[in-house]
């Protein structure tokens, strides 16, 4: 368990995070200048004062959190006087509280995320305070000070908008949800699960890693926790049984990063493309769960190919759990599981109402263990745990989403979004592909320095009224920038899963990465094929259709996954990637 100074009060203060955002699903509708202002104050102090490892770092935290937690409450207490601002600021003492506001905002990304997300936003003031005297179309005609921070901070037009009310609303209630079931025996039994079914198989201790990340990031949505959690166990697994290390360690940070393409959580991509895209929560995860599985099989294939010059054994019967132990494991993840899809497709709750019965659900198998045995004082221990999980994990993902807010609310102030998507189709020529392949490397840039869902949510912004206007369908032009948003998380130069699983193991991560690359191929090919075969993401409307693609596309997938990686002269192996490359793309011609 994490060693936390003061660890009661923050038992306290995540009971009252999850307390208010499970709160909000159930008292009806709430002001949103009142829910986003209190959603932001409850973040703060796990932001400013639980990271501090000195006195002077806390107290300075401390003021900080509590100047942004007044400000933040003032304008939920003063809701109904600002509404009739119009996002217009009056007197000195509003603008000084906006000033505030923002600044809190660009600094408390900084604290959980570094320097570049906010070094963007800020950026994006500075375009918003001084575009009108930069010359040609590039320009602005000028927003008043007072309108455009005060759109920014008392109305619902940056800070307070429509991808903070995602982050109150939705994300917070599943981001709950996972750190409940984290909190237990879900964790180990997807592992359990995955040694069952894929332990005995050749190459079956890095089968077991794909298997477990797919399920773990269902709900995790994080590839960094992702390969700190399923990795703990898996690369330890592969090196006792002879894998090579870069191998490994490649599996690890590969399968890990499918976690966040993997209904239902896609980490945080899902709700914020519900909102971004008017499309329904269940029409997504439909939409995105055939290619998800696809990168998964990708993956397999590419550890059968290396199977055919590596050595790769399967888990010693002696290490795989036994069936009682699969059976009592895999219930503390089925019966949440099971509840949360069945009242959303069953009964036809809303995301947000499902999760949270499935919340309360997985609280009362806190109380169990895997023996199993009933016990309080264990059961309170790992409430107490899930609770502090829940606001760290609350507070990061909310400090992402309210500082892109800021970047989402100037392109809408400024026009610059218009801007920069004719720029896009006048440098693609109006072409499709050009303007694809502009929009990949732009999201590859973008997410090397921002987490997964910002650079999704920066770029969308951007490129997908372009993508859009050369005929791509909405819903495939939000899946296609969200799958590119993640090629940084195995892509060198910054390649986070990959840092993580090749420290862990104890590898040069320069060779991780380029194992990882080959391995994870599907991760550049899929979201390109999801363009040339539309159907593979229509299988709600089109089932026979949807999973026809899905077979083309794992042929394809296949036949480069063994052209890449498996036995053979460089005659033979370019041909199967060339046949591949063919059968993937069949779409465009038939």
Avoid at 290 to 316: E, K, S
Avoid at 429 to 438: E, I, V
Wanted: charged content about 5%; aromatic content about 8%.
């Amino acid at each position: 368990m994490q060693t936390i100074p003061l660890r009661p009060v923050w038992i306290g203060l995540g009971a009252l995070t999850c307390a208010f955002h499970l709160g909000l699903i159930f008292s009806g509708l709430v002001p949103n200048l009142v829910s986003r202002p209190l959603h932001m104050a409850l973040i703060l102090p796990w932001i400013f004062v639980l990271p501090a490892t000195t006195r002077r770092a806390a107290v300075s935290g401390a003021l900080i959190a509590g100047a942004g937690i007044g400000a933040c409450l003032w304008i939920a207490v003063n809701h109904a006087a600002l509404r009739n601002q119009y996002g217009f600021l009056e007197g000195p003492g509003q603008f000084a509280l906006a000033v505030g506001l923002i600044a809190i905002t660009l600094e408390g990304a900084r604290r959980a995320i570094g320097w570049p997300l906010p070094l963007v936003a800020l950026a994006a003031l500075l375009y918003g305070v001084f575009g009108q005297h930069i010359p040609g179309s590039f320009g602005h005609s000028g927003t008043p000070m007072a309108s455009f921070l005060g759109t920014l901070t008392i109305a619902e037009g940056g800070l307070w908008g429509s991808l903070t009310g995602v982050s109150v609303g939705v994300v917070a209630i599943f981001v709950i949800f996972g750190a409940v079931l984290n909190a237990g025996e879900a964790g180990q039994g997807f592992m359990n699960v995955a040694a069952a079914a894929a332990g005995r198989l050749n190459g079956g201790a890095a089968k077991v890693s794909v298997l477990s990340s797919a399920l773990f990031g269902s709900i995790s949505g994080s590839a960094s926790a992702n390969v700190a959690s399923t990795g703990a166990i898996t690369l330890p697994a592969m090196t006792r049984l002879g894998y090579p290390r870069r191998l490994a360690a490649a599996v690890e940070a590969v399968a890990s990063s499918g976690g966040q393409i993997m209904p239902p959580l896609m980490g945080a991509g899902a709700f914020v493309m519900v909102e971004l895209t008017g499309v329904p929560y269940s029409a997504i995860i439909v939409a995105a769960l055939l290619p998800a599985v696809l990168y998964f099989m990708t993956v397999w294939m590419g550890i059968n190919a290396y199977a055919q010059h590596v050595d790769l054994r399967g888990v010693a019967p002696e290490d795989r759990p036994s069936p009682r132990d699969v059976a009592i494991t895999s219930a503390f993840f089925l019966i949440p599981f099971t509840a949360l899809l069945f009242a959303m497709f069953g009964l036809g709750f809303t995301p947000q109402y499902a999760a949270a019965i499935a919340v309360f659900l997985g609280a009362l198998l806190l109380f169990a263990d895997g023996t199993p045995r009933i016990s309080l004082p264990g059961g309170l221990d790992r409430l107490a745990g899930a609770a502090i999980s829940a606001g760290q994990q609350v507070a990061m993902i909310a400090a992402i989403i309210i500082c892109a807010s800021i970047i989402i609310g100037v392109l809408g102030i400024t026009g610059l979004g218009v801007k920069l998507t004719s720029l896009i189709l006048s440098g693609s020529g109006g072409l499709l592909w050009p303007s694809l392949l502009l929009t990949a490397v732009a999201c590859l840039l973008l997410g090397m320095e921002v987490p997964t869902t910002a650079a999704y949510v920066i770029c969308v912004s951007v490129a997908g009224p372009a993508l859009i206007e050369l005929g791509v369908e909405p819903l495939q032009a939000h899946l296609f920038v969200f799958w590119f948003a993640l090629l940084s998380t195995i892509t060198p130069p910054v390649c986070g899963a990959v840092f993580i699983a090749a420290g862990m193991i104890g590898e040069n991560w320069l060779r991780v990465a380029v194992t990882a690359m080959a391995l994870g191929v599907g991760l550049y090919l899929i979201p390109l094929g999801m363009i040339a075969n539309p159907k593979l993401i229509q299988l709600a409307e089109d089932p026979v259709m949807a999973v026809f693609a899905f077979a083309r596309m794992a042929l394809g997938l296949s036949l480069v996954s063994y052209g890449l990686i498996g036995r053979g002269g460089m005659l033979r192996r370019t041909g199967l990637t060339a046949s591949g490359l063919l059968v993937v793309f069949a779409g465009l011609w038939i």
